[in-house]
């Protein structure tokens, strides 16, 4: 085999290469774009979980009462879902909130639209001792109990019977609020999908961008060969 035929050989095992490469780099960035967007998708999802409000009802614990509502889940990756309870200002003269003097029992259920009980708890009557925020303009808000985030997306129907009232509300607005209870887990995906975007980008960028200078130098070469 002469000098000629083993450029010849070279010429044309050299584009194969270059085609896998360049074929392996597009991947790669098509990988990144696709792990950015649903990276900001993810983020977006569970940023409106954190906003949302499944259930808001305005009801009076200090009697006792039966009270009926719209449950809606839209949300299934929350660790567990809160129900709270926030209360207006309190009277002028009334026990500081952060140490209560007031309880209340009741029941909570959760119907499915076939009318299937798909959850249901007792408050204990010590449960509302647990203060999350304390805003002193509007006042402040305790945790009742937590609610499965496993439920399948839907509306429920939401129950509560207070059984045993506390009179020490009479007087002040009562509602009850469910939110999800998200944390870093619930980023983890978003943030993991944004790795892989940076990851797959940059190496699809420096194939490119090897394969790019590579063309330019082929290029300088036969310029220089024909100049020659």
């Not at 647990?130 to 496993?150: H, K």
């Not at 939401?158 to 007087?171: C, E, H, S, T």
């Not at 394969?211 to 060969?225: D, E, F, H, S």
């Amino acid at each position: 085999m002469n000098g000629a035929d083993h450029r010849d050989i070279t010429r044309e095992k050299t584009p194969v290469g270059r085609i896998v490469a360049w074929v392996v780099a597009s991947l790669l960035l098509v990988a990144s774009a696709y792990c950015l967007v649903q990276s900001v998708l993810l983020a977006k999802t569970v940023n409106r979980a954190m906003e949302a409000e499944p259930l808001r009802m305005d009801v009076d614990l200090s009697k006792p009462g039966r009270y009926e509502g719209l449950y809606h889940q839209t949300y299934r990756g929350a660790h567990a879902g809160s129900l709270i309870v926030h209360l207006g200002l309190a009277p002028a003269g009334a026990a500081a909130d952060t140490q209560p003097a007031w309880n209340f029992d009741g029941h909570v259920e959760l119907f499915d639209a076939g009318g299937k009980c798909v959850f249901q708890d007792d408050l204990p009557a010590s449960v509302l001792e647990m203060l999350l925020t304390e805003d002193l303009t509007a006042g402040p808000t305790y945790q009742v109990f937590r609610i499965p985030p496993a439920l399948p997306i839907g509306s429920y129907k939401f129950v509560l019977d207070v059984r045993r009232p506390a009179p020490a509300l009479a007087g002040r607005k009562q509602t009850i609020i469910a939110r999800y209870m998200i944390c870093e887990l619930e980023m983890m995906p978003a943030f993991l999908a944004g790795a892989g975007a940076v990851v797959f980008g940059l190496t699809g960028g420096i194939i490119a961008l090897v394969l790019l200078v590579g063309k330019a130098r082929r290029r300088r070469a036969q310029k220089l060969t024909k100049e020659a």
